[in-house]
C-alpha cells in the first residue's frame, strides 16, 4: 500500500530560536564579506578616478563606480535587515528564558510551599506559649533560691538604722583628725604611756661616783704620765 499510496512524510520539527539566530548570523557573515570585496574595488575606482584626466575615460571608470556603489547599498540594507532579525530573535529568546526561568521559580516555591506546611504541622504556637511560661517560672523559682541561700545569719533584724548612721558620721568625724606624719587616725593610734608604764626622769642631777670616770694624767707631750712611786718614810 505504501508503494502505491506513498508514505506519509513527518512533519519536520521548526526550528528553534537559536538555530534561526544562528543561519541569519550566517547569512550576515556573507553579506559582510561581499561589502567588504565592494569597498575594495571602490578604492582602486577612486584612484583610477584621480589618475585619469577628465574625459570619456574618467567617465567610464565613474560609471563603474556608480554600479559597485549601488550593489553596496543593496547588501548594506540587506545586512540592516538581517540584523534587525537577529535582534527581534534574541528578544524572544530572552522573553523565552525568562519564562523558563519563572516556571523553575514557581516550581520551587510550590515545593518549599508544601515542605514548609508539612513542617508547620510540628509546631503548634499554643506548645511554644506554655514552655515560655513554665521557663519564666522556672528562672522566677531560681531567682528566689538565690536569694534565700545568700541571706546572712549574723546580721540581727532590730538593728536601729539611725544608731548606725550616728556610729557612721563618728567615724568619718575620727578619720578626719589624722596626723600628718603617718596617715593613721587618732583612734588607731597607740597610748605609748600607757602600755610601756614607764617611771618618770628623774628631776636633779645624779651623781656619778668618780671611780666610773677613766681619767689619767698627760704630760706636757700628751702622753699618760707614768705613775710616781710613793717613797716611804
Known amino acids: 500500500m505504501k508503494r502505491v499510496f506513498g508514505a506519509k512524510k513527518e512533519k519536520e520539527p521548526p526550528p528553534s530560536i537559536n538555530d534561526a539566530s544562528e543561519k ?3 547569512r550576515g557573515d556573507t553579506v559582510d564579506e561581499k561589502i567588504k570585496k565592494l569597498d575594495a574595488e571602490l578604492s582602486r575606482y577612486k584612484e583610477q578616478i584621480k589618475k585619469t584626466r577628465p574625459g570619456p575615460a574618467q ?3 565613474k560609471a563603474r563606480a ?6 553596496k547599498r543593496m547588501y548594506e540594507g540587506q545586512r540592516d ?3 534587525n532579525q537577529t535582534f527581534n530573535l534574541d528578544q524572544v529568546s530572552f522573553a523565552a528564558e525568562g519564562i523558563k526561568d519563572a516556571q523553575q521559580t514557581m516550581s520551587a516555591l510550590k515545593s518549599a510551599n508544601k515542605e514548609l ?5 510540628t509546631v503548634k504556637i499554643q506548645e511554644i506559649d506554655n514552655m515560655q511560661d513554665e521557663m519564666m517560672d522556672l528562672m522566677d523559682v531560681s531567682n528566689e533560691i538565690q536569694e534565700s541561700l545568700g541571706r546572712s545569719y549574723s546580721v540581727p533584724d532590730d538593728i536601729d538604722e539611725d544608731d548606725l548612721m550616728g556610729e557612721l558620721d563618728a567615724l568619718e568625724a575620727d578619720m578626719g583628725t589624722e596626723t600628718e606624719s603617718d596617715g593613721v587616725p587618732s583612734y588607731l593610734q597607740p597610748d605609748l604611756d600607757t602600755e610601756l608604764n614607764l617611771p618618770q626622769a628623774p628631776s636633779g642631777n645624779a651623781a656619778v661616783p668618780p671611780s666610773r670616770y677613766n681619767t689619767q ?3 706636757e707631750l700628751g702622753l699618760p704620765a707614768v705613775p710616781r712611786a710613793s717613797i716611804r718614810g
Open 81 to 83: 535587515m538581517l540584523y
Open 59 to 61: 567617465e567610464a571608470v
Open 217 to 219: 694624767a698627760e704630760d
Open 24 to 26: 541569519i548570523n550566517k
Open 66 to 71: 556608480m554600479r559597485v556603489l549601488k550593489q
Open 117 to 121: 506546611k508539612g513542617m508547620m504541622k
